[in-house]
């Protein structure tokens, strides 16, 4: 009954492999969202899709690139993995804009040997 | 754009008493003023929110203050237990600026 479900929660990887993480949402949102939050423990936003449609595309490298096949899920595929990529990436959801409450999955964390 | 500061970064209080936490913010557009809650390992979750046409909520024992002149808005937690101990993040939201979360304040219940 997860509200907002991301696999894989763990993973491991070698430099300049790549890799994806899934997300699905069964609340009805129509909104979602990717965060990454380093060791530091910031969180910051990297996309948002409103019904499949890019509105917000942070600076991030295009090394990553977000993937909305239905509004109730939101891919994330990232190619050539670097060192500074690892970190816990979040995915999340909400009615409506950033004016609305966020539910978030419950991570993914992902290291980079 | 929004330019979010959280103090204090870190905050260690008795069990029993108070935590307050403040959020300050620079885009005066912002109308929704959220709090989220990050235990050890866990997922951010959302604890208390407010809007911009309301100065005070109160949700038990955690309670959110606004004060749009100023720009800011605490997040206020009576009678503190263990279960308290986390990183609290605000996140005010304005239609004109981007998604931005504080930088965090991570609070410790000492028994």
């Known amino acids: 009954d997860t509200a907002v479900s991301q696999t894989p929660k763990y993973l491991v990887t070698q430099m300049g492999n790549d890799k994806s993480i899934k997300c699905e949402q069964n609340?009805?949102?129509?909104?979602m969202y990717w965060y990454k939050q380093d060791s530091k423990k910031f969180l910051k936003i990297m996309f948002s899709?409103?019904?499949?449609?890019?509105?917000i595309n942070e600076t991030v490298p295009n090394r990553f690139s977000p993937k909305s096949p239905d509004k109730a899920h939101l891919n994330l595929h990232i190619n050539s993995l670097e060192l500074g990529d690892s970190a816990v990436y979040f995915c999340?959801?909400?009615?409506?804009?950033?004016?609305?409450?966020?539910?978030f999955g419950d991570g993914t964390r992902l290291s980079i040997l | 754009g929004e330019n979010v500061e959280q103090h204090p970064s870190t905050l260690s209080v008795q069990e029993g008493d108070s935590a307050v936490i403040k959020c300050t913010y620079s885009?005066?557009?912002?109308?929704?003023f959220p709090w989220y809650k990050q235990e050890l390992g866990k997922r951010p979750q959302l604890i208390i929110d407010?809007?911009?046409?309301?100065g005070e909520k109160k949700d038990q024992r955690i309670a959110v203050t606004l004060n749009k002149t100023a720009k800011h808005f605490s997040l206020h937690i009576t009678e503190t237990q263990p279960e308290d101990s986390a990183v609290y993040f605000c996140?005010?939201?304005?239609?004109?600026?981007?998604?931005?979360f504080g930088s965090g304040t991570r609070l410790s219940i000492r028994p």
């Open positions: 996140a005010p939201y304005s239609s004109a600026s981007k998604i931005i």
């Open positions: 407010i809007r911009s046409n309301v």
């Open positions: 899709y409103n019904n499949k449609e890019l509105i």
């Open positions: 999340a959801s909400s009615q409506g804009g950033g004016n609305q409450p966020q539910h």
């Open positions: 609340l009805g949102h129509d909104t």
């Open positions: 885009d005066s557009a912002s109308n929704y």
